[in-house]
């Protein structure tokens, strides 16, 4: 069958295109996180709501008439103390053995000032979170504003988190403060919690088999930071280091407790732990958590390829959703808020931007542009925001905006980032029968197993 070449060669140059963004920007990792220490937070990382771009005019004619999303809930509190509780009870068991340098009880005092602000809140969202999820709203109305026209409707879901819910209240109440006569309806609800929030931890856990977590720890001991410069800074007794302290756990817990600082306006009084690290330290404290999360939440054929799968019925349900929208003649939008949990396998289910990359080798990962840090950071957030030209154009147009930055689909278009949502439906929807055969095939293993095991 002949192909016009006037259809295949804008979508060859939009991947050669991106393939090669992606590449170059790879290249440059280490020096992004000497400019920027703050990215390798993954989903600790504030909103980058200061990096935004202008979004590309649609065809003409074209007006966005529906926007379905699904966003994290913004800036939280830890979620326990254990991010605390190691650096801390090593540094007081030091401190009281006189094994303290000065910036050691400066590193001791600032954790438990940040642990007396956290206690009672654990993972509550701050007024920084607060502030992003606004601005979010804010931002959509008016890049938007022909869906939030007049009695438009805007129908909220939360997961039963209360950071969640409180999202979905902070984002509403900025619409209506734009448009008072929106018809808006706000949904927190176990019934929803199928679409909204699943997630399979047996068929994940199952996946990290003993060869997986060889494989990682292989990875893992060769980007492994070395953190002996640091043991020195802290503490002036290295017998005390030796016999008392876990290097690679206290270091962890420590870049964790510094990397939530900028998510709590009151932590950043104080002392700015992420100081405490070299560039070479939190480049290789990255490449460990990146590796880690393709592991267990992306299209990584050492986990079999099925996590994102995780996200069939979300997607579905974006599908359906959006379906009875382009069916009638009403405008207005789906607003979503859950967690990184779901984001982060979703977008590699929907392939934006390269993410349903699959590769064994881990040392590929930051060379193709797999970078989970750009995914999720807090108020991370996916939208398909749906054009035509009238109530009865068939011909209906999506984008995508990955944190509110137009992103690239898996699909061929001449009009990108435009896509035809005739071919949006025909690739998701084999997609996702694709998925659920190997959702239903991992169970089948994973019963079998049981079974036998039990026998």
Partial sequence: MHIKSKHIRPFILAIGMLLSVMTLSAQSVFELVKDNPNFVASDYGVYPDSDLTALTPAPKGMKPFYVSHYGRHGSRYLNSFKAFEEPYNTLTKADSLGALTPMGKTVMQTIKQLYDDSHGRWGDITEVGKSQVRGIARRMYANFPEVFRGKAFVDAYSTLVTRCVLSMGVAAQQLIAENPKL???????YENMSFMNHQNKMLRDSMVTPHVRKVFAKYAAKHRPYYPRLMK???????????HVDVQWFCYYLVKTALIQRNVQ???????LLDLFTSKDLYQFWEQENAWWYITYGFSPLTNSVEPYSQCELLRKFITDADSIVAGSHR?????????????PLTCLLGINGYDYQTDDLEELEAKGWWASKVFPMASNIQLVFYRK??????????????EKEATLPLPSDIAPYYKWSDFREFYLKRLAEGESALSRERNRIHAHLLNHGE
Avoid: C, M, W
């Fill in 183 to 189: 018809q808006l309806t706000l949904n927190s609800s």
């Fill in 332 to 344: 207005g939008a789906t607003l979503r808020f859950g967690h990184e949990t779901v984001i982060l």
């Fill in 266 to 272: 009151n932590y950043l009084e104080a002392y700015p």
């Fill in 233 to 243: 800074v802290l503490f002036n007794d290295t017998a005390f280091v030796r016999q």
């Fill in 390 to 403: 009238n109530a009865h154009d068939k011909n209906v147009l999506v984008k995508v905006l990955l944190n």
